[in-house]
Antibody
Framework: QVQLVESGGGVVQPGRSLRLSCAAS????????MYWVRQAPGKGLEWVAI????????YYADSVKGRFTISRDNSKNTLYLQMNSLRAEDTAVYYC?????????????????????WGQGTTVTVSS | DIQMTQSPSSVSASVGDRVTITCRAS??????LAWYQQKPGKAPNLLIY???SLQSGVPSRFSGSGSGTDFTLTISSLQPEDFATYYC?????????FGGGTKVEIK
């Protein structure tokens, strides 16, 4: 079945780095744009980043721009989020999610049809 | 950035009630809006895309409407499994933004 499984979360000190992974199965991963979305404890959803289906286009929330990098390895069906210079406010559950339609390029227009498949989330805690 | 404002932030309702949640965008987004349901400790689940299109597998008691800046999610007859938090999300431009959420609680 269609599935996304995140890993790599944990407890990390402020200023340190962490890399999250999202393993995809049950669909043609290389055909879909992918997202990272996070949720701080007791708070709402916050979009973090998107990468186009072929990795050519990437966009970030202002809150993580310059610190986080989204990437993908289509040969391994895996999405990544490299998180550097972590702050206490980055503490959250991090979800990966799939674009609802295939072949999202997002080099020109940004309109999309939502995120239709989500992982179970991985928890990142930034604390000294 | 486009700001999304949901109301109410919480609603108490009984099984069988009709529930309406509204979402307002700070600027026009045509029909580029999605709705999600999230239960405690679980990932969000896509209910509605393009403002009014029902995602596959979602019960028909859920419906969405609106365009421009004002949108509505309606649950026609609330079921026990519908008690959850609902989020709208503008899908018009990056950065994507979510509303603050509406918690539907048991009355």
């Amino acid at each position: 079945q269609v599935q996304l499984v995140e890993s790599g979360g944990g407890v990390v000190q402020p200023g340190r780095s962490l890399r999250l992974s999202c393993a995809a199965s049950g669909f043609s991963f290389s055909n879909y744009a992918m997202y990272w979305v996070r949720q701080a404890p007791g708070k709402g959803l916050e979009w973090v980043a998107i990468i186009s289906y072929d990795g050519s286009n990437k966009y970030y929330a202002d809150s993580v721009k310059g610190r986080f990098t989204i990437s993908r390895d289509n040969s391994k069906n895996t999405l990544y989020l490299q998180m550097n210079s972590l702050r206490a406010e980055d503490t959250a559950v991090y979800y990966c999610a799939r674009d609802r339609l295939p072949y999202g390029d997002y080099g020109g227009t940004h309109e999309n049809y939502g995120m239709d498949v989500w992982g179970q989330g991985t928890t990142v805690t930034v604390s000294s | 950035d486009i700001q999304m404002t949901q109301s109410p932030s919480s609603v108490s309702a009984s099984v069988g009630d009709r529930v309406t949640i509204t979402c307002r965008a700070s600027q026009g987004i045509s029909s580029w809006l999605a709705w999600y349901q999230q239960k405690p400790g679980k990932a969000p689940n896509l209910l509605i895309y393009a403002a009014s299109s029902l995602q596959s597998g979602v019960p028909s008691r859920f419906s969405g409407s609106g365009s421009g800046t004002d949108f509505t999610l309606t649950i026609s007859s609330l079921q026990p499994e519908d008690f959850a938090t609902y989020y709208c999300q503008q899908a018009n431009s990056f950065p994507l933004t979510f509303g603050g959420g509406t918690k539907v609680e048991i009355k």
